[in-house]
């Protein structure tokens, strides 16, 4: 996704709708895939069609050089890209209950017992943090340049790519993630997000 250029295309989901059922509904990840995601991607198009001189920028040179775009349309390129990105990135990083993927291996399981004590600690830590974004944002377990774990709240679509951070693990707590289901329980999302979580088996950047 980072290498894609205009003009932006919706990646297709990986799994039905209801494929991560019952811990998130179809009809929210109908909405939040094809309605939510889709306007990120149509309006970050809507953003750039007026400047053919930012056509060849990929999705990594539009959040990284947000100085060289023209002011008009600077605020808009940065919301929409990092929407873009974000969702990306958590659609990409869910997968049925099923599958084989939901708990840390090897050398990512030996760095999360280092610095938490243990993966579930890892857990309670990361989702205190996703209960404490105020308003819209994202909660992200990432890597830093110097190999270290480091649990990270990023407000609206702001993104970690400017810190040169690996997302190895992202929840999205805006409210259209969880309100249809979960109405005003945002805990019970974070709970049981983890059912659905990606955990990478490789974390090197
Ligand atoms: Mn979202």
Do not use: C
């Not at 811990?23 to 991607?41: G, N, R, S």
């Not at 990929?58 to 890209?81: D, F, K, V, W, Y």
């Not at 480091?150 to 969880?178: M, P, S």
């Amino acid at each position: 996704m980072l290498h894609q250029k205009y003009p932006f295309s919706l990646p297709p989901l990986l799994y039905g709708f209801d494929a991560l059922e019952p811990y998130i509904d179809a009809e929210t990840v109908y909405y939040h895939h094809d309605k939510h995601f889709k306007a990120y991607v149509d309006n970050l198009n809507e953003a750039l069609a007026p400047h053919p001189a930012l056509y060849n920028q990929t999705l990594r040179g539009l959040l990284l050089n947000g100085q060289m775009q023209p002011e008009s349309a600077r605020r808009a390129i940065h919301n929409n890209a990092g929407g873009v990105y974000n969702h990306d990135l958590y659609f990409k990083g869910l997968a049925p209950k099923n599958e084989n993927v939901h708990e840390p291996k090897g050398e990512l399981l030996a760095l999360i017992n280092r610095t938490f004590g243990s993966f579930l600690m890892l857990k309670e830590r990361f989702n205190q943090s996703a209960l404490s974004v105020f308003g819209s944002g994202y909660t992200i377990l990432a890597l830093t340049p110097q190999s270290r774990l480091n649990i990270v709240n990023v407000k609206n679509q702001d993104t970690l790519l400017g810190r040169n951070y690996a997302t190895l693990i992202i929840a999205d707590v805006w409210e259209h993630a969880y309100y249809l289901k979960y109405k005003n329980r945002r805990k019970e999302y974070v709970d049981n997000i983890w059912n659905l979580l990606v955990i990478p088996e490789i974390y090197r950047v």
